[in-house]
């Protein structure tokens, strides 16, 4: 699947820089802005509600939140709380879906006759009816209007370099963590939710680029712009990762580590894995292509190596059940790797007129199953073109097991017969 128009699901008036899919409610939150300069351009957090509309996926703005003169850059989850980088800080925001009682406005009695005369009402942006609002037989009802209200709790510092910039963050499995890395080299590790400081170490020279926590809590690892991708344990580091060791070819410093993410593997709750990007330190005419290591994440050993084309990859995202992984780049394209593999299943070239910013899966809930319908997989990117995309990954073509047996059998009674015929008296 090469370059292809993909439809917009979304359209912001201001750059996207990340993207996340709250699991219980299916919202899908998606944030950015156009900086501190005063241009215009806003910055904010918006709520997008998604809907199957005859097989087609649809977007509506269920609420806006705006966030002043500071954009969302980096953005995690837990449960209903967002936790937002923003510039040099994490702020913590909530939000829930409430439910309000609106009566509308009472008017002179409708004459007989004519009550069935009023055009429809016109629902509030940011809302939905549960309940419409009508004159029956002299009663009036009131609408239950649900909306989304959000609320600021608290803010902290997490990057004290002068370009002040917190560059990622990510929650524990359990939600007791919070664990951010800025522009400073540094790794700082909250408790969360009182985001008491339990950490503070220097883990790289220069930025760090991503960081992810294991589901058991016991390893970080941490990506770095000095080449260097490290496994910790609290602030005592445990090893360095070596992805180029089985490629005498490659020197330590042609490719720099871009992403890191921890994944399950389906069906075997024991194994763990851990996926890497890497991509080219310098541009070239012909570049170099960029490279993804799956290891154990358990010994941290290389596990396999695959080049994932030539396009420098700006960002990762991992699929529920660690199946699937999905790849941006820095000119706008997109694409979906199965990590048992690293075989590429879907891609679309420049599905975004520039660098895509961020990835996210649809999670496999009840909820959504409408929305992944027939699909392996749905998966939404954001980018700086202010678009929100929805990238499906059709089922793979697969024969019954039946029709593999059948094959079988017909191909081991074909062989009997020709060797029949070949050598008489062979049975």
Known sequence: MGRQKTPDLYRAPFPLYTVRVHRDTGLVITAGGGGAVKTGIKNGVHFLRLECVEGQVTASLAHSFDTDTHPTMNMELGADVIAAGQDANCCLLRFKEVTSKEEPNKEAPAKKGAANNQGPRRRKPGGSHSGAAESNGGKILKNNTTRIAVEKLQEVQTDFSTEGLQKALRFSSDLSLLVTGGADGHIRVWEYPTM???????????????????????????????????????????????????????????????ACRFGRVEDNKEALRLYTIQVPNKRDRKPPPCYITKWDGRTFLPLLTQPCGNEVISCLAISDYGTFLGLGTVTGSVAIYISFSLQRLYYVKEAHGIVVTDLAFIPETKSSRQLIGENEAVMLSVAVDSRCKLHSLPNRRSFPVWFVLLICALMIVASVLFLQYAFPGFI
């Open 196 to 258: 008491t400081k339990k950490l503070d170490f220097k883990a790289h020279e220069g930025e760090i680029e991503d960081l992810d926590i294991s589901p058991n809590k016991k390893e970080l690892v941490t990506v770095g712009r000095d080449f260097t991708c490290y496994v910790w344990k609290n602030d005592q580091l445990v090893t360095g990762l070596h992805w180029n060791e089985n490629f005498p070819g490659i020197p330590d410093k042609m490719y720099r580590y871009q």
